[in-house]
């Protein structure tokens, strides 16, 4: 059986880790549909990115309720991580191969994979652990599902439209 101390430790670590991939996803989903701004899907894209915006926020705010201090560093990695992403070799100089955004959706798609099963782990302790909001991480669960649905039925339309 872990100590008290180790526990609180492992899950400081497991939320500033979905900090980070968070920090990274709501940056993917952001030039994504800053890039896609004219196409038809750019509603959906613009969505999907200021729910991830908002999701970012609300996890800060579970953070801080449970006294934990997000990791500055984790995040910057994230950040640039995403930055270093761009620079994928595609085979064109001057735009976006029409690959790009199915890859950055599938890209997408494993951040609210990851997100979902965030809100998953919280509603799990929320069971003894009253500073969490059981309705609230419903709602943040429901949302990531209806986002990962958002994620791969614009994947495959992007996909059909980059390969068919």
Do not use: C
Request: charged letters at 30%; a positive charge.
């Amino acid at each position: 059986m872990l100590g008290t101390d180790t526990v609180d430790l492992v899950f400081a670590t497991y939320l500033n880790d979905h900090h980070a991939i968070a920090v990274g996803g709501a940056e993917l989903v952001r030039r994504l549909a800053s890039q896609q701004r004219n196409s038809v899907h750019a509603a959906d894209l613009a969505a999907l990115r200021d729910e991830l915006v908002e999701d970012l926020r609300r996890l800060r705010e579970i953070m801080a309720a449970l006294d934990v201090p997000v990791r500055a560093y984790k995040s910057i990695a994230a950040w640039a991580g995403e930055k270093v992403g761009r620079l994928k070799l595609n085979g064109r100089l001057l735009k976006p191969s029409p690959a790009s955004p199915v890859l950055e959706l599938e890209g997408a798609t494993m951040v609210l994979t990851a997100k979902a099963g965030l809100w998953r782990s919280l509603r799990a302790r929320a069971r003894r652990d009253d500073r969490l909001d059981t309705a609230t991480l419903d709602e943040l669960l429901s949302r990531a599902d209806r986002q990962i649905e958002t994620a791969r039925r614009l994947h495959t339309r992007y996909a059909e439209e980059a390969f068919d």
